[in-house]
């Protein structure tokens, strides 16, 4: 399973940093690219930003120079520090694993981030 946390209530020009771990069959299988993507009300579920095992990183234009996504490969673990987060950010964030040679993607359950302005 996909185990996401860090989300929470902040104000504008302040920072959250999620993380997510992956635990169980899922973790047991190479994995390939482990990532964020977001929700917010009224809108359909985006990319903020993937890495893969390579560390080669993806980010959506909107989080560019703001977001900043990590792994720690040994805890099959994936962050994404946010900076500068302001109220076009408020979204559930879901962070998501491949595995190589597989097109399947895994969701976690989501962690809901506000920004209040």
């Known amino acids: 399973q996909l185990q996401a946390s860090g989300g929470g209530l902040v104000q504008a020009g302040g920072s959250l940093k999620l993380s997510c771990s992956a635990s169980?069959?899922?973790?047991?299988?190479?994995?390939?690219?482990m990532g964020w993507y977001r929700q917010a009300p009224g809108k359909q579920r985006e990319l903020v930003a993937t890495?893969?095992?390579?560390?080669?990183?993806n980010y959506a234009d909107s989080v560019k120079g703001r977001f900043t996504v990590s792994r720690d490969n040994a805890k099959n673990t994936v962050y994404l520090q946010m900076n500068a987060l302001n109220a076009e950010d408020t979204a559930i964030y879901y962070c998501?694993?491949?595995?190589?040679?597989?097109?399947?993607?895994?969701w976690g359950q989501g962690t809901l981030v506000t920004v209040s302005s």
């Open positions: 169980g069959s899922i973790s047991s299988t190479r994995i390939h690219v």
């Open positions: 998501i694993l491949t595995h190589y040679g597989r097109s399947y993607i895994y």
């Open positions: 890495l893969t095992t390579g560390g080669v990183a």
